[in-house]
T-cell receptor
Framework: AQTVTQSQPEMSVQEAETVTLSCTYD???????LFWYKQPPSRQMILVIR??????QNATENRFSVNFQKAAKSFSLKISDSQLGDTAMYFC????????????FGKGTMLLVSP | NAGVTQTPKFQVLKTGQSMTLQCAQD?????MYWYRQDPGMGLRLIYY???????DKGEVPNGYNVSRLNKREFSLRLESAAPSQTSVYFC??????????????FGQGTRLTVV
């Protein structure tokens, strides 16, 4: 079974600054996917970024990038130029490749962006 | 583009009452899931259905039943609601075979309070 750990229950950052959210996971699988989901106060789950484990290159999506360290089983999310709209709960999630699979989530990190 | 639709969005039940949460997706996905979200616990899998006609227990199935009515619809039933089932419930769907580009799509969530 997979486990996903987010060790930072809450974080805060000022507008325009950079913040990094941490995530570690444990799995015996070699091929898998990692995700960061954002949940704003509206409750909607929004996919922020996805990383395929077989890819060495770290994924980026505009102001969002990841630092994927497969050997260390670490998958952190960096948000650059933080905006007020980034205020949300962020969840790290794992899904194994191939066949039927489900998402395993971490407990989440609440990010507050202040002016 | 409806995606995943859940009903109702809010519900208050008395202890011992029963109810069914409805979920429908229009993306022709084979796999569907029910998660519950509790403060500090992340999202935990209740049940999932890898394909029409099959259902499997997740991490926290006790007190729930599910029905995969057809490919589009996956319902969650609470037969005798308990205060411990107060939570936010999410339905999600994805392609059956996990490969590059796979992601899960989520409904808006149902906030259920059992008094």
């Amino acid at each position: 079974a997979q486990t996903v750990t987010q060790s930072q229950p809450e974080m805060s950052v000022q507008e325009a600054e950079t913040v990094t959210l941490s995530c570690t996971y444990d799995t015996s699988e070699n091929n898998y996917y990692l995700f960061w989901y954002k949940q704003p106060p509206s409750r909607q789950m929004i996919l922020v970024i996805r990383q395929e484990a077989y890819k060495q290159q770290n994924a980026t999506e505009n102001r969002f990038s990841v630092n994927f360290q497969k050997a260390a089983k670490s998958f952190s999310l960096k948000i650059s130029d933080s905006q007020l709209g980034d205020t949300a709960m962020y969840f790290c999630a794992f899904m194994k490749h191939g066949g039927y699979s489900t998402l395993t989530f971490g407990k989440g990190t609440m990010l507050l962006v202040s002016p | 583009n409806a995606g995943v639709t859940q009903t109702p969005k809010f519900q208050v039940l008395k202890t011992g009452q029963s109810m069914t949460l409805q979920c429908a997706q229009d993306m022709n996905h084979n796999s569907m899931y029910w998660y519950r979200q509790d403060p500090g616990m992340g999202l935990r899998l209740i049940y999932y259905s890898a394909s029409e006609g099959t259902t499997d227990k997740g991490e926290v199935p006790n007190g729930y039943n599910v029905s995969r009515l057809n490919k589009r619809e996956f319902s969650l039933r609470l037969e005798s609601a308990a205060p411990s089932q107060t939570s936010v419930y999410f339905c999600a769907s994805s392609e059956a075979y996990i490969r590059v580009g796979t992601e899960a799509f989520f409904g808006q969530g149902t906030r259920l309070t059992v008094v």
